[in-house]
């Protein structure tokens, strides 16, 4: 990650694989019981919210674990119920939602940025405290995240995009207004909290500046908002496979097979910064032949000795 952690990798991966497990056993209950889960995982840019919920999420089953991020909201949207198009994305019986931003945008950026008027926002802090008691009494189970990482390590992480191609773009223009509203979003979060920092549906503030920390410390909490226990069944043994009987695979050499350009050493490229087939010399002939040389030896041409059929 291009950081430095209290942890060592080994100690954090280990950590990590025991705690997916457990996961696993929370989904499994989760389903069993028919349970509807919330989590919105809030804070600043750069804070590790979409880490956090990517290392969550790793092991799951994707049916039954979903990720909500909504984009900018469409014309028809903004006509809408401000809280509508969350609704959509709530889970039904056996789910668990989690949000990377939430109902919260409205007491954050769009009221720092000025995209809702000043009678939107005073509707949301009267509205939203209710809104979340209506959804706990419908049985949902509602936990919030605040990601807080300090000024520094924001900076340097907001860095590290810059000069990270796979990165970059986490970047938006709105991040880079941002910055110049530093302290207005700090007010704006302390007045949230004031108003949404509720007996029933709490804040959870997460230390965000050591990553490794941040994932174990979060799982490890979303893990003891749920009471659960074991459903993993017994081992099963598996049924013996068909029989081949008279079935006979095609010819090898019939298929379309993608170059096998790994393991060993691969083709070389110039222009690092071109796209991929543009560099690697064109796009793939109509035959489905690779538009370079694969590295090795083509994967047709495996195993073709004398008397012997190709596997």
């Excluded at 995982?41 to 991020?69: M, S």
Aim: with cysteine.
């Amino acid at each position: 990650m291009g950081e430095t952690s209290a942890m060592g990798k080994k100690d954090y991966y280990r950590e990590l694989d025991r705690l997916t497990v457990e996961l696993v056993k929370l989904q499994e209950w989760v389903k069993a019981k028919g349970l509807r889960v919330v989590a919105l995982f809030e804070g600043r840019d750069a804070a590790g919210k979409g880490g956090v919920i990517k290392t969550l999420t790793e092991g799951l089953n994707p049916r039954f674990a979903r990720i909500a991020a909504l984009g900018v909201p469409t014309e028809k949207e903004k006509t809408q119920w401000y809280f509508q198009r969350y609704v959509a994305e709530l889970p039904s019986a056996g789910e668990m939602v989690f949000f990377d931003r939430s109902w919260y945008n409205r007491a954050g950026v769009e009221r720092v940025m000025g995209f809702c008027s000043d009678e939107e926002y005073a509707e949301f802090t009267r509205a939203v405290p209710e809104f979340e008691r209506m959804l706990i009494r419908s049985g949902i189970v509602l936990v919030k995240y605040w990601f807080s990482v300090s000024d520094e390590v924001q900076e340097k992480r907001f860095r590290d995009r810059l000069e990270d191609p796979a990165k970059r773009w986490k970047l938006s223009p709105m991040d880079m207004k941002a910055r110049s509203k530093w302290v207005e979003f700090s007010r704006a979060k302390d007045a949230m909290f004031e108003f949404s920092d509720t007996a029933d549906s709490p804040w959870h503030v997460v230390d965000a500046d050591d990553k490794y920390s941040a994932r174990l410390n979060t799982i490890t909490h979303f893990l003891a908002r749920i009471p659960y226990k074991d459903l993993t069944p017994e081992p099963i043994e598996l049924p013996p496979r068909q029989k081949v009987g008279k079935y006979e695979r095609p010819p090898i050499d019939s298929q379309k097979w993608i170059p096998r350009v790994y393991p060993g050493e691969f083709a070389k490229v110039e222009r690092a910064s071109a796209p991929l087939a543009d560099a690697l010399g064109g796009s793939a002939g109509e035959a489905g032949e690779p538009p370079w040389e694969p590295a090795g030896e083509p994967a047709a041409k495996k195993g073709k000795k004398k008397g012997k059929k190709g596997k």
